[in-house]
């Protein structure tokens, strides 16, 4: 463990001994370190943004309740994303079969910023809502949050291994997705420094 | 899938910009398919990379405002929790006392006296129904035994006759005398009480009133050593002043 990380960790016990107190800015300061990881993690899993506003206050209730249970020896992003997965996965099994994966996606500021890019992105989030739950999982822990393997399997609870096997299969599953909707055609339209492949020398 | 490209996907998703191996782009030229891979893979990359950090509506302030008062909520719901167990406890416990400080039934005092009466006189049924010669002079004295509050008479029906008493007191051997004696007479008493005629005794059965008072003798003293050693245990009841 270096030392910056050491000094994160006592800062996060520090943070938390202040929160079990009461301390409304000690609250304050832990809400705002951890919630845009939260929301996002809620935002790409249940791919709603009410819902996901709904579960990551959710979250930060039973992240609050439970605070002195957290193992203070580990670090507590894990177990605050933990908390927010399990959370994403109940609230998914109890919302409506019917109910898309991208259905409240279209928030208005999305809307005025819509482009290309925001239609890939959509493309990209439909094809998500297609993976299994656990290939879902990894996939957006570590492309979108860019954690680390072994974080990742911390708050999954299993081995790296399977942590990268879930992440192989979960991008082989989103290209063969993107290919049938017609990402490699629009290639060259919309990521110009792509080189064109039919140029390139045959060994 | 064409397996040359498949290690080459991911590794293009974990670096993105990495330019592909002369080895790769050499098999793209002649492989259509993994060059359609390696084209959506590198798109792929491109919008993972532009992928807009979600930017959450609610305020950590909010939030954390929320928290508190659902940390005070809890807070005052123990409290409240912990008041009514506290009262549970209590009046579960004011009724365990009370319970044992509760008097028990009142059980009466009731005092034991001790009436002598007039002496039954075996003579008068012997006058009755034998000959002088066969009287029988010993005189039984007739104690009852009571409960009876003091000042209380004591009535026939629940006074106990110190004899019958103190027929408990006997040895076995001397109380299967008595037995075997009753049942010498019972069936003499039974005829008598089962008839409203005047039958004396000597018509029913004939009674050897020699065997009886041979029977008598005995009985009388045991009865009376027995009332003596009744007495000697309950010394204080035999000093009782008539009621």
Sequence with gaps: MDMAQNTAWQDERALVRACLKGDPQATQRLVARFQRDVYAVCLRLLGHVHDAEDVTQEVFLRVFRSLHCWDKSRPLRPWILAIAVNRCRTWLRQRPQNSSLHDGLHDPQAQRNADDL?????????????LREEHR????????????YEEIAD?????????????HRARSELLDYLRQHGWSEE????????????TQPSG | MCRVFRTWTHNLLDN???????????HMAICDECRARWAVARRLAEVLQAWPEPEPAASPRSIAERVLADRRERQQARMRNMLAASLVLAVLAWFGLSALQEPQPEVPSYRVAIQLTPTITSTEVATANQPSTNKLEHRLPDVRIAQAQPGEAISDSTAYSVQELAYWFMPESVRRSVEDMVEVVSPVITSDSASDTAVSLSD??????GNIEQLWHPLRDVSQNSLRLFRSIVPTWSQE???
């Design chain 2, 204 to 209: 029913v059965v004939p009674v050897n009133w």
């Design chain 1, 118 to 130: 925001w239609e890939l992105q959509e493309t990209l989030q439909e094809a998500l809502g297609k």
């Design chain 1, 187 to 198: 290639l060259r339209t919309y990521v110009p420094s792509v080189p064109d492949l039919d």
């Design chain 1, 155 to 167: 708050i999954l609870g299993r081995p790296v291994g399977t942590i990268k096997t879930w992440l």
């Design chain 2, 16 to 26: 993105p910009w990495a330019e592909p191996p002369e080895a790769l782009s050499q």
């Design chain 2, 241 to 243: 002043p008539n009621s």
């Design chain 1, 137 to 148: 999982l990894v996939f957006v822990l570590y492309h979108d949050r860019h954690l680390p």
